[in-house]
């Protein structure tokens, strides 16, 4: 005989239990997320609607019809990262509704002049003017991956440039991570095709396409490392802040634009 399911999980309990099926079926949506929960917990008493309402509210699923109305900006928040912390746990990553995403809070106090923590962008492309006109043969004067100034002197750090073309880093470590992110696809010796995307750009001063491109760049080195790896790449990247494309046209109108619109 089956137990009677009469148990309603607290909060908690949900938390852990939907975070463990999204970190191993990331792709799993509400109806699998549910139907798993009651499988592996077969004596609680869990409707849909509450999963529907709690992965919301984590930003674990995009907005309901009434929210893709919405002209605010949406983002959400990888599965898992919600429950990683940073920091040494001196902050938390969390999802705060649907108009104000997420957002990074402290744990506890802290003093003046306090480093609290770094972090590499996930995808990041220097701004036009630090650029040579064909980087690539010429220089760079802010670090490819971490954006360092390479005019300043840092202590321990010397500048490298890419053993096949010209590009330049801050340090042997982010000339590595470059190499394992993105750089084998955008150095000209290895992709002689990567110019033509950077000529049309720069002519432009236009960088979006060239930070678009090397966030796909690094989905792609990712999973050549690894499907985990890439798995969790992918997810992060999907999770970034993202706009209707008749919002941004609006925006880029500007406000004045709205007085003449029929």
Request: proline residues 3%.
């Amino acid at each position: 005989m089956s137990e009677q399911r009469n148990v309603a999980p607290s909060a908690d309990e949900l938390q852990a239990a939907i975070t463990a099926i999204k970190e191993q079926e990331p792709e799993y949506g509400i109806s699998r997320v549910c139907a798993t929960l009651r499988a592996n917990n077969p004596t609680w008493q869990l409707s849909e609607k509450r999963v529907r309402k709690f992965m919301g509210s984590l930003g674990l699923v995009q907005g309901s019809t009434e929210d893709d109305q919405s002209t605010a900006p949406k983002s959400s928040i990888a599965p898992g990262d919600f429950v990683h912390s940073l920091a040494n746990g001196q902050l938390q990553v969390r999802y705060i509704d649907s108009v104000k995403g997420k957002g990074v809070f402290s744990a506890r106090d802290f003093g003046k002049d306090i480093n609290i923590f770094e972090e590499t962008p996930f995808a990041w492309y220097p701004r036009w003017d630090t650029v040579s006109i064909n980087y690539y043969n010429g220089s760079n004067s802010e670090c490819q991956l971490c954006a360092r100034d390479l005019e300043k002197r840092y202590r321990g750090l010397r500048s490298v440039r890419c053993s096949r073309c010209s590009a330049c880093f801050c340090s042997n470590t982010c000339k590595n991570e470059a190499e394992s992110r993105f750089h084998q696809i955008e150095c000209v010796k290895n992709n002689p095709a990567f110019v033509n995307l950077a000529d049309a750009c720069h002519a432009w001063n236009w960088g979006a396409p060239m930070c678009a491109a090397r966030a796909i760049e690094r989905v792609l080195m990712e999973f050549e490392q690894g499907q985990e790896q890439g798995k969790h790449a992918w997810e992060s990247l999907k999770a970034f802040t993202t706009m209707r494309t008749d919002v941004m046209d609006m925006r880029r109108k500007g406000a004045s634009w709205f007085l003449y619109e029929e």
